[in-house]
């Protein structure tokens, strides 16, 4: 399984950012995909998450009404629309992929990509 995120940058707060995570390999239809972010000193923390077997998205409840993920025309791409940007949501931005339904906790069995920067200025 390979996962690469892009769409990171810098932006001032208020803006907005989408990233894309492009997902390969998933040998199995039933699976979830989630962005995480880490901040430095900080651990890292589940952001949102969709599947193919649940009908809604879920999020933590820092970024709800804020961001939006969803997926392309092609399931294995998932976006990840951030409105609103606050610089709290400074952070680097994964995605991460494993078999069965959404968390926002990480499983030792996801797979992850290698991330994206986000920097949100105020």
């Known amino acids: 399984v390979q996962l690469v995120e892009s769409g990171g940058g810098f932006v001032v707060a208020g803006g907005s950012l989408r990233l894309t995570c492009a997902a390969s390999?998933?040998?199995?239809?039933?699976?979830?995909i989630a962005w995480f972010r880490q901040a430095p000193g900080r651990e890292r923390e589940g952001v949102a998450c969709?599947?193919?077997?649940?009908?809604?998205?879920y999020y933590d409840d820092s970024v709800k009404g804020r961001f939006a993920i969803s997926r392309g025309n092609e399931k294995s791409t998932v976006y990840l629309q951030m409105n609103s940007l606050k610089p709290e949501d400074t952070a680097a931005y994964y995605c991460a992929a494993d078999a069965g339904r959404c968390s926002l906790w990480a499983r030792p069995s996801c797979h992850w990509g290698r991330g994206t920067q986000v920097t949100v200025s105020s």
């Open positions: 390999g998933l040998s199995d239809d039933d699976y979830a």
């Open positions: 969709i599947s193919t077997s649940e009908r809604r998205p």
